[in-house]
């Protein structure tokens, strides 16, 4: 499956390609950390996923 990071920089939109979900969020987090606006993660079926869904895309770790 792959993920799509998109979102409004200082310079125009940006587009990042990610093979994993955690690599997505991880990435999108960067973006967010950067002041890049609007930022979505959208999977390979096309769901968008914003910041406050991004825990959706990661697997559950508490047993």
Do not use: W, Y
Request: aromatic share 4%; glycine share 10%; charged share 20%.
């Amino acid at each position: 499956m792959f993920f799509v990071v998109t979102g409004q920089g200082l310079n125009g939109p940006l587009a990042i390609t990610c093979a994993t979900a955690a690599s997505a969020v991880e990435k999108a987090h960067e973006l967010l950390a950067d002041g890049v606006l609007d930022v979505i993660v959208t999977d390979a079926d096309g769901l968008q996923h914003p910041p406050d869904e991004f825990h959706r895309l990661l697997p559950r770790t508490d047993g």
